[in-house]
């Protein structure tokens, strides 16, 4: 957690959209969600992104945050 944030470390480079798809896979399997249930809310070409996940509920995702960093 970075703050309010989770911070990840993402080793695809930022060119051609790859960093971008590299978060949204990482999610995914995080979240056990296929990679449709997410999407860059904002941030496509920042450092810092908002990520919209489709039937999961903010419950799920901190559960599934919490698990992930034990």
């Known amino acids: ?3 309010n944030a ?3 470390c993402i080793t695809a480079p930022p060119v051609d959209d790859k960093a971008n798809g590299a978060v949204i896979v990482f999610l995914s ?6 990679k ?3 999407q ?3 941030g ?4 810092n992104k908002q990520i ?4 999961f ?9 919490a698990d992930a960093m034990q």
């Open 1 to 3: 957690m970075h703050g």
């Open 6 to 8: 989770v911070k990840l």
């Open 29 to 34: 399997k995080l979240f056990g969600l296929p």
């Open 36 to 38: 449709s249930a997410l």
């Open 40 to 42: 860059i809310k904002t």
């Open 44 to 47: 496509r070409q920042g450092r």
């Open 52 to 55: 919209l996940i489709s039937n």
């Open 57 to 65: 509920s903010l419950m799920q995702a901190q559960k599934a945050l």
